[in-house]
């Protein structure tokens, strides 16, 4: 057994860990936060030139072409960093649909850009308030063409292209679409989230020139897909927050004194930082997990992202609110970081569906792996 | 990344794994899974002694008796990682071995590192073979999480035989009743301060003066004892480790603890599981309802989390190295996982939830069983509270809480000597 990075990859994310602290200090988060910087373009540059853009992406294409084992990694030292750049919107996202759905030409186009990182790609799912599903999604696509109204969209104003889910005339299933948002038709709005650190749009299609990506109608099961595997990373992003998140929490009770000795020593605080470590060792073992099924393909892949998401999500949220309640009022300032992981964590929870679809996700498949079970005993 | 065997590793789990299918009392093994996680051996069909002796005898025999113990010793002599496999392999009939787990445990490896050759020759092999039960003498009713502020006197005898004289009384004794050997820890110094004036023996349960009373559980069980000494004499030479260094050698099992993974905690919830997908509402499958969904979703996640840290752990045994810090939340987070499981299983079955009747109640009782013994689960071996306090001055380098009693001498501790 081994059921740990090799120490390869161990190595990797302790130069993605140096290279972030170096490249992508708090300094560089607030500079966006604040409105300074749109998109760090030197920034986006010098990861690409680390070759993180192209790590799932095969050689053929410019890419890597290592495993998603790499990539956890790589998200978990983003996750530490708040990285403030859509690397998750094309490398996790459009990058995987493209690998799953892209025709040849399409990938022979997009993909090359996409590990350079002279492209950027994302996803256009939802459109608005309400749980998306594919009988509430209202864009739809006739004769290369794309109408519709998409919000929030990750990364929306900074994309070079999309894909965007859709219906195609006449047809009830979802479909996916390839869109160039610098083309025409195309209209993009900033929108104001809970955590400016990351760039959301609306983008609106006014009969923008699409092509479909992977066959009509299969739009579903493509999304199904993507997702687990969108999940497992951004559970690491997830864990690499929490973690950095407990570690300023338990700095600060160390150095913070009050009533004449340091507040860690309290037990009030002591064992709220200990239900911290918890939940996050609990997190990183799932989220071990989902890397595993991701890395191997294998079929319980549903099960395992579902695992890593709902864990990564508890301990993220968890180590987030409690790293200000142990920095008291001073966590509350704009000035300490603590608001900024508060933010990360509750853009993370939702932002590939809310924990009820993941939940729900993750009953069903035990309830399947028990059928199975009783059939193969049976 | 993988869950895959070494051919080494492959060969010894399927050896292990054939001769489990032979000889394991396959017989009780529905009984055994009916009582997990209800603290007790939970056979009654059979005598759960005679049913754990029989089970030690047949594994000695073929070398999975303790098994990584060196065969001198009665133990199999396998690596860490056989050890584990061995322990995943044996799965449900490892609960067979409870009343024998102090000794192994514990009383075992604080023996071997601190009684003579001739005293391990003596003693470890009946032990890892279940002819003789060993119990631990550590708890007083004024020394549970603070072990050290313990009163059991020990005071060497002016008779010029030098043996030492045992005063006092232990309390959450298990197997006490059963034993033939304890292992205790008593205050030989009360001048000195509190660590430092402690010493470690073993003793004949059947010494005179020792009197074993059953304490009678919230859960309505007897599965403890209190033990009082009255003047008991203890050979000098039983003493282990110097006069003064009983809390050193007391660590001795502590250390052991680590190594001790690989074993499934018990945490309910493929129960709790079963049970939600058998039951039905008027509106359904009461697997079907969201409030459930979400529910056992967050109970699967934790029992998950704890699978795969165990998983971890276990790789770094095959790697050769000591698995890290974060096996120190097992306990803490599989008590809790049985007390909300059972107190939510209970409110499925709503009125009728009541009932204890294995015969009448869901699930054979198993539930009721779990609500009651589950309390238990948060203290012994180091409440959550102690668990919290190790997680955060261990793992995340927290100073300890003030204490007043440091370097203070014992007998100087305000309401120490009771």
Known sequence: ?378 | MNFDDTPEQANFRAAARAWIAAYAPHHLEAELRTAAGTGTAGIKSVDPVEAARSWLKAKASAGYACPSWPREFGGGGLSPIERVIWQQEEGIFGQLNGIFSIGHGMCGPTLMSWASDEQKLRFLPPMAMGEEIWCQLFSEPGAGSDLAGLNTRAEQASDGSRDWIINGQKIWTSAAHLANFGLLIARNDPTAVKHKGLTMFFLDMSSPGIEIRPIRQASGQYGFNEVFFTDVRVPDAQRLGAPGQGWEVSLTTLMNERLSIGAAITTGFDQIFALASQLYASDGPLIANRAVRSKLANWAVRASGLKYTAMRAVSAIARGDTPGPENAIGKLVAASLNQEIATFAIDLQAEAGIITDPDLAAAQGQFQAMLLRSPAMRIEGGSDEILRNIIGERVLGLPGDIRIDKNVPFNLIKGSIQ
């Open chain 1, 1 to 378: 057994m081994n059921f740990e990075f090799s120490p390869e990859q161990r190595q990797l994310r302790d130069q993605a860990r140096r290279f972030f602290a170096e490249q992508c200090p708090p300094e560089t988060v607030r500079a966006v936060l604040d409105g300074q910087i749109g998109h760090h373009a030197q920034l986006w540059q010098s990861m690409a030139d680390m070759g993180f853009m192209g790590v799932t992406i095969p050689e053929t294409y410019g890419g890597l072409g290592l495993g998603y084992l790499e990539l956890c990694v790589i998200a978990e030292e983003c996750g530490r960093a708040l990285l403030p750049l859509p690397f998750s919107s094309s490398a996790y996202l459009a990058t995987e649909f493209l690998l799953i759905g892209g025709s040849q030409e399409q990938k022979d186009r997009w993909l090359p850009l996409l590990a350079s990182g002279k492209a950027i790609g994302t996803f256009a799912y939802a459109e608005g308030s309400a749980m998306v599903t594919a009988s509430s999604i209202t864009a739809r696509y006739a004769a290369g063409y794309l109408h519709g109204v998409k919000l929030p969209v990750p990364d929306g104003s900074h994309a070079d292209f999309a894909i965007v889910a859709a219906k195609a005339d006449g047809r009830e299933e979802l479909s996916l679409y390839a869109v160039d948002l610098n083309g025409d038709g195309v209209e993009r709005s900033p929108l104001a989230t809970i955590d400016p650190t990351r760039h959301h749009a609306q983008i609106t299609f006014a009969a923008a020139p699409a092509e479909p990506l992977g066959h009509t109608g299969t739009g579903e099961a493509m999304i199904a897909a993507v997702y687990d595997r969108a999940a497992v990373l951004f559970a690491f992003e997830q864990l690499g927050g929490a973690d950095c998140a407990l570690a300023m929490a338990r700095d600060y009770a160390l150095d913070r004194k009050a009533f004449g000795r340091a507040i860690g020593s309290f037990q009030a605080i002591k064992h709220m930082l200990a239900n911290m470590y918890v939940a996050s060792v609990l997190a990183r073992s799932n989220c071990y997990y989902g890397a595993w099924a991701l890395s191997t393909h294998a079929d319980e892949l549903p099960g395992a992202a579902a695992t890593a998401r709902i864990s990564a999500t508890q301990a993220y949220q968890l180590c987030a609110k409690d790293a200000i309640q142990v920095h008291g009022g001073m966590g509350f300032t704009w000035d300490f970081d603590c608001h900024l992981h508060y933010r990360r964590s509750h853009l993370l929870a939702v932002n590939l569906g809310s924990l009820s679809q993941w939940e729900d996700q993750l009953i069903d498949h035990l309830q399947a792996a028990k059928q199975r079970d009783l059939g193969s005993t049976a």
